[in-house]
């Protein structure tokens, strides 16, 4: 009986390393997402709170401890749930950040987050489970078919701005031609000029659209790679779980019959 208890304690303590390290995969998918998903958010670079850092797990806290973090990924989620304006913007005392905790489990509530058991006291005391959960739902909000859909404008706005290229290089062309017949016309240059300047925006907005238009497929595909990845983990360990409780009960009926 003393070695089936000794196997059993091993077996259980092997079980909880394995929820530990499925935990540190949740935090370092919910970090890379994070900083992906709000990779345009210039504020929230500005102030220190994005990008978050890889190391240590507890960083994630840090950055969520005052809730805007959470409110513009539920703002990205669902556009508009969350006045921003409400934040305290430099939440320092535990009372605000308690308080900007508080707008943003409402808007998640109203984004429809399922929410069970969890207040700004559970974020701010560093309860994993809590918060990892809540940032999992967040991140189920945001929908592929959404992402998409945004993908598609990007791509559609693109295709608009080269179109408008093309249309000034055309006019510039021609607007050259002609200063070669009136010898070079004072007017013409300013007016080349001019359209030269306006094509050069032009092409940085598309180069932007370009760079958003790769995040957005990024965005997409990490959000399937974490749902994968979390599934699996969910089926492992519930394999394992399966696992250990068959072993357990094996062992109490032995046990039983030994007695």
Known sequence: ??????????RISQLRGSIVNAKQ?????SKLYINLL????????????????????????????????????????????IKESKLNKSAKSIFQRAENLQIMLQGATDAGVRLTNIDPND??????????GLIWQ???????????????????TIKERDKEIEKQKERISDLE???????????LK????????????LETEKTRLLRHQDNLGNELEIFREIAKSRDADLSQ?????????AVLVSSRNIGGHEL
Do not use: H, W
């Open 138 to 156: 967040i991140l189920k909000a945001v929908d592929s078919d959404d992402l998409l859909s945004r993908l598609a404008t990007a791509l559609f």
């Open 190 to 201: 300013k007016e080349i000029e001019e359209l030269k300047k306006q094509n050069s925006i």
């Open 38 to 81: 709000l990779s345009e958010s210039k504020d929230l670079y500005t102030c220190g709170l994005l990008p978050i850092s890889t190391e240590p797990d507890e960083t994630i806290f840090e950055a969520c401890s005052d809730g805007r973090v959470l409110s513009r990924l539920i703002n990205y989620a669902v556009p508009g749930t």
């Open 237 to 245: 360990m519930r394999r394992a779980l399966n696992e250990k409780e």
């Open 177 to 187: 031609d002609k200063m070669c017949s009136l010898q070079a016309d004072s007017l």
């Open 1 to 10: 009986m003393e070695e089936n208890q000794t196997g059993q304690g091993r």
């Open 123 to 132: 974020i701010l005391s560093n309860n994993t489970t809590a918060l990892l």
């Open 25 to 29: 995969v949740d935090i370092a998918n």
